[in-house]
Each structure stands twice: as structure tokens, then as C-alpha cells.
């Protein structure tokens, strides 16, 4: 049966949900040396072949480290769906003035051929169909050009995921896909496959090392699966403390580290709609 998709849209109509999450990676995130070395060659393949195009920017951060943040570069240009996200970058105080664009990932308002690279970090399961966004972003990336998917496993955060769906059957609430099933790194490379000649998956691997579990809850309540469990908020802050109950049977008043992973889909070679 086809993964029911989940609407982000709703979420972002404030920046605070995403704000949250990236927050947690980057303070908590610790990758190995295998995927630290991973994402610094990345980074340095994507600087070297400008202009770069930030698909889906949100609040400008990436979660991952690979490409440029949307302020870091004057070569970069960063587009999103979500106004919210773009007012929150232009607001932020910059060294540089970003060069941002409000646009759909699945059609995107420029030319064809015109970026050296282009970069979509855990943001493609956002998308209804995410080879659409495939095909836009091979259009606009030069024949040498290079585009970088990353996203995570379908098996990421097993910890947060077997207490929130022990906690929603508890309470008998809706337990509904995790948004990242839509493009994970298990299907990514199929899904990218059509618009490009190569498509290559480098896994990453890490843990979210929060320093306790009201940490984890912060997160969590960031989450769509967890705002779609139930429609009201006092259901929802039981949902949130029966989490807390579940994890804290596990990990007590220490740490409370998340096993996460994924995968960065280096592509290259565009295959353009029309192309023989």
C-alpha cells in the first residue's frame, strides 16, 4: 500500500517547528569520522561548481552539513514554499543579503542549465512526488552540473519512534507515517534515478546525543507525527508526558541519545524532460 503523504504546509505557517529541529542537530548532532569525511567532500564538490541553488532553504541552516547556508555564500541562491521560512532568513541579522526566492520545488521560476549544483537537504519528502522535484532540479543544473539529495533512513531514531508509537497506541490516537518515508534513503535513489544518469548513496550515520529526555520532548513536539496524533492540545500533552514516562524507563535522568541516519544522494549526468 502506496505511504500516505503528509502535508507540511500547516506546520510552517511559522518558522518554530523547523527552527526547533535544526536546532536539535545542530547542537546535539555527532556523526562518525566515516561521515564527517563524507560531507566535507560533498561540500567541496558543490563549492566548486557555481552558481549553487538551495532548494527548500527553510530557515537557511542546513540539518546536515553538506553545501553552503543560504547566507554564507554570495553565489547561492535559496528558494523555499514556506514565506515564513524566507522572512525569518531576511530578519536574522547577515553578514551577507541572501538572494532568496519564494518557489514550488516541482517548478521552479528559472533557467534551464544555469546552476553548476544544487542542493536539497531533507527536503524532498516535503514533496507530494518527489521525482518531479528530481526532474526540476536536473533541468536547471548544467550537463557537468551536480545535484545533492540528502535525507534520512526509514529506520532513523528507533528510540523516539518505539515510544511514540507504543504511547499512541496507549492512548488511542492516530499513528500516521513519519513525513520522511516520502523520500527516505531506502527509496531516494529509485526516485532520483529518472532525472539523472548517476545516482550514487553515501550513507551518514550519527547519534542526536540529547543531555536529557525533556530534551528529546522538545523535539519531539517539533514533529508532525506528533501534532497529528491528536487534534487537541491537551491530548497532545498527554501523548508527550506517556513519551516521556516510556523514555525515561530507558534512560532515566541521563543522556537520551537518538540513533540517526541516512543517506546523501550524489547525482549527476541530468537527464532533461525532452532529451533523447
Known amino acids: 500500500m502506496p505511504t500516505p503523504f503528509v502535508d507540511p504546509r500547516p506546520l510552517y505557517e511559522t518558522e518554530s517547528p523547523l527552527s526547533t529541529r535544526v536546532g536539535a542537530f545542530g547542537r546535539y548532532l555527532a556523526v562518525d569520522s566515516a561521515s564527517q569525511s563524507l560531507f566535507e567532500h560533498v561540500t567541496s564538490e558543490i563549492a566548486g561548481r557555481s552558481p549553487v541553488l538551495d532548494i527548500g532553504c527553510g530557515v537557511g541552516v542546513p540539518l546536515l552539513p553538506v553545501g553552503p547556508a543560504v547566507f554564507d555564500r554570495p553565489d547561492v541562491i535559496a528558494g523555499d514554499l514556506s514565506l515564513r521560512q524566507l522572512q525569518s532568513i531576511r530578519e536574522a541579522s547577515l553578514k551577507h543579503q541572501p538572494n ?20 536539497a537537504r531533507h527536503m524532498l519528502y516535503h514533496v507530494p512526488d518527489p521525482r518531479q522535484a528530481a526532474s526540476e532540479a536536473a533541468r536547471v543544473i548544467r550537463d557537468d552540473g551536480l545535484f545533492v539529495a540528502t535525507t534520512n533512513s526509514s529506520s532513523s531514531r528507533p528510540e ?29 535513489g529509485q526516485k532520483l534515478g529518472g532525472s539523472f544518469l548517476e545516482v550514487r548513496a553515501e550513507p551518514w550515520s550519527g547519534v542526536l546525543a540529547f543531555p ?36 525515561r524507563s530507558q534512560y532515566g535522568d541521563g543522556p537520551a541519545p537518538l540513533t540517526v541516519g ?8 541530468p537527464i532533461r524532460v525532452g532529451d533523447p
Open 212 to 247: 536529557t529526555v525533556d530534551a528529546v520532548l522538545d523535539y519531539y513536539r517539533s514533529t508532525a507525527y506528533f501534532k497529528m496524533a491528536f487534534d487537541t492540545a491537551a491530548d497532545r500533552a498527554r501523548l508527550a508526558g506517556r513519551v516521556a514516562e516510556i523514555l
Open 160 to 188: 523516539l519512534q518505539d515510544a511514540h508509537t507504543e504511547a499512541v497506541t496507549d492512548l488511542g490516537g492516530r499513528l500516521v507515517e513519519r513525513m520522511s518515508t516520502n523520500f527516505d534513503a531506502e527509496s531516494g
Open 100 to 119: 532568496l526566492i519564494q518557489f514550488d520545488a516541482t517548478l521552479l521560476p528559472l533557467r534551464s542549465a544555469s546552476f553548476g549544483s544544487a542542493v
Open 262 to 269: 541516512g543517506a546523501a544522494f550524489i547525482c549527476e549526468g
